[in-house]
């Protein structure tokens, strides 16, 4: 027979819980994980050929509750070789001190699982966050990405800066009537996450856009960029 496993821990003042299970439906294990009664974050693991379920289950689950018994130990977390981008260690203590206070003694397990998922750090901040509860999320994605383009040095009206062959005022210009005094964050962010990709730039401008003129936004970038 399947089971479910749930477990409680609490670290000072957070009580965490953990509950782990095979969803047939999907042939998946899910490992939920509540702190203070609310869903914090869900951890997957596909199932493949004839195994032994009980087993599986049980071992996902000792090893989320392992991780998070670590996060509670150590302040600092140690970046494995195996991940797929580097963060500058001043840059990484940063979003912690951030996230951390949202996250507690599971903030090991799920940064480990945003990294590990993710090719760059677009992906990462999406990751990271996208399981919080969207009042707090909003909030806090604003303040990592904000760390995020500040220590890549692009800052607000900064000149000779180029996207292309197009320099950065020029850019601002275009996106000032769409997003208002909003454009240089918009756009600060944009070139944190600019890798040369021109088409990836608009297209993390246009996702910023709320408004019911992102096709023209789009066509004024279009003429400008390319």
Not at 25 to 47: E, R
Request: charged residues 30%.
């Amino acid at each position: 027979m399947v089971v479910s496993y749930n477990d409680n821990l609490q670290f000072g003042k957070s009580v965490f819980h953990v509950q782990t299970e095979f969803y047939k439906a999907s042939g998946t294990i899910i490992c939920n994980i509540f702190k203070d009664g609310k869903a914090l974050k869900k951890l997957k693991k596909p199932v493949e050929g004839e195994q032994d379920l009980n087993k599986l289950i049980l071992d996902f689950h000792e090893f989320v509750l392992n991780r998070l018994k670590e996060g509670a130990k150590n302040k600092e977390i140690k970046q494995a070789a195996a991940f797929k981008f580097y963060f500058p260690e001043e840059l990484k203590s940063k979003i912690i001190d951030i996230v951390a206070p949202y996250f507690g003694a599971a903030m090991n397990v799920i940064w480990e699982d945003a990294v590990k998922k993710s090719p760059d750090i677009e992906a990462f901040v999406s990751n990271l966050l996208n399981d919080l509860d969207e009042k707090w999320r909003v909030v806090i994605e604003h303040k990592v990405r904000f760390i995020i383009s500040n220590s890549l040095n692009f800052k607000a009206g900064k000149k000779n800066v180029f996207i292309g062959n197009v320099e950065r005022d020029k850019v601002l210009l275009v996106i000032t009537p769409y997003f208002g005094v909003n454009a240089n964050s918009v756009l600060d962010i944009a070139q944190s996450l600019y890798s040369g990709d021109i088409g990836k730039f608009k297209e993390i401008i246009l996702k910023k856009y709320s408004g019911d003129k992102r096709e023209e936004l789009g066509k004024s970038l279009t003429k400008l960029l390319g």
